[in-house]
């Protein structure tokens, strides 16, 4: 997917890039390219990869929440590695209010990267996710939208996005096939820590046909205060399997 193709895109979905957004899209691709030598950011470098696999496939977000496209939210990405999909979200919808957490060396990327696109309203911390959210964090039950692309199984990503969800907010785990067996393992979990499956959302990525599932799940109530529980705990330890 070429850029122009990029562009094309989002127009058939109703989402208009101006030449501002497309020369934003243009200076990620080329930063991003130029400090994959020295870190490692990502393993898709290709321009037309980048533009499909991670441009693209980050706004499909938007396609299932129009929400995003037009309101005022507070968005918060967890794992957001070279900032999938938060940075694009930023860029194709400026209203949005940008709260990134990732591993330190990839917020300095970010840092030097949104100072680039003149990005404002971006907050980037270096935390882990089951302290970020913890009973004591401020950033607890605090945004609109929690989401996490491609970071780990459901009833973990469960126990590390819900706490940060705000009441009546959602949790979105992106995803890159159908998932029934991490739906099945995640359902007591997401019960447990607050939340409900409202939607799972199949959809397919131009050119390619690849498969991708957003998994879209409502805050219903509080989490309990002991969630999520200790760094390194969920993953050892996931509530699907208790």
Known sequence: ??????????????????????DQFAAYYQYLISENEKMNLTGI????????KHFYDSLTLALVLPELQTQV????????????PSIPLKIAFPQLKIIVDSLQKRI??????????ELTDVQLFHDRAETFGAKKSPHRASFDLV????VAALDVLAELCLPLVKPQGRFVAMKAAATPAELIAAKSAIGLLGGKLAQDAALTLP????PRHLLVIDKVKPTPN???RKPGIPNKQPLGGA
């Open 1 to 22: 997917m070429d850029p122009a193709a990029f562009v094309q895109a989002l127009a058939d979905h109703g989402i208009v890039l101006n030449d501002h957004q497309q």
């Open 45 to 52: 470098t290709a321009e037309g990869d980048v533009y499909l």
């Open 73 to 84: 939210m507070s968005v918060c990405d967890v794992g957001a590695g070279a900032g999938f």
């Open 108 to 117: 300095g990327f970010l840092e030097r990267l949104t100072a680039r696109l």
């Open 147 to 150: 989401t996490a692309r491609a």
């Open 207 to 210: 050119e390619t046909g690849d």
């Open 226 to 228: 002991k969630y999520p």
